[in-house]
């Protein structure tokens, strides 16, 4: 049963600034968005999972990717170009946002 899905809008106009959307009632509160996503956009509050800053998300795909429950959805596009920019400067071809950018 899904409890709901967040989108993530802009206060300003009401339209999407990002492709992140959050179903809160497929997450298992496995943890893993808290660790991979480099921007802390999501955050324990209690005992639940929330997004605490939507709007920093850029995309890289991480959670989606970690999300053992499919509670995260985000068209990750060209991803993190901080992390694709250090990969290849250490000569890896695995990028991983978070641990190639921004930590
Ligand atoms: S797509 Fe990347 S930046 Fe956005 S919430 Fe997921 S891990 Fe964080
Ligand atoms: S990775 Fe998915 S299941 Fe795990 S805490 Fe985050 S949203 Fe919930």
Redesign the pocket.
Same mark, same amino acid.
């Given at each position: 049963m899904e409890i709901g899905t967040l989108d993530v809008m802009s206060p300003q106009n009401g339209g999407r600034i990002n492709t992140l959307v959050?179903? $809160?009632g497929? !997450?298992?509160? !496995?943890?893993? !968005?808290?660790k991979?996503c480099p921007h802390r956009v999501?955050a324990l509050e209690g005992e639940r999972?929330r997004l605490a800053r939507p709007a920093d998300c850029m995309e890289c795909g991480a !959670?989606r990717k970690?999300? $053992?429950?499919?509670?995260?959805e985000v068209d990750s596009g060209v991803g993190c170009a901080s992390a694709m920019i250090k990969a290849a400067l250490r000569g890896r071809e695995d990028v991983v946002c978070g641990e190639d950018c921004c930590r």
């Open positions: 959050f179903y $809160p497929r !997450c298992v509160r !496995c943890g893993m !968005c808290l991979v999501f999972i !959670c970690n999300c $053992p429950s499919h509670a995260i």
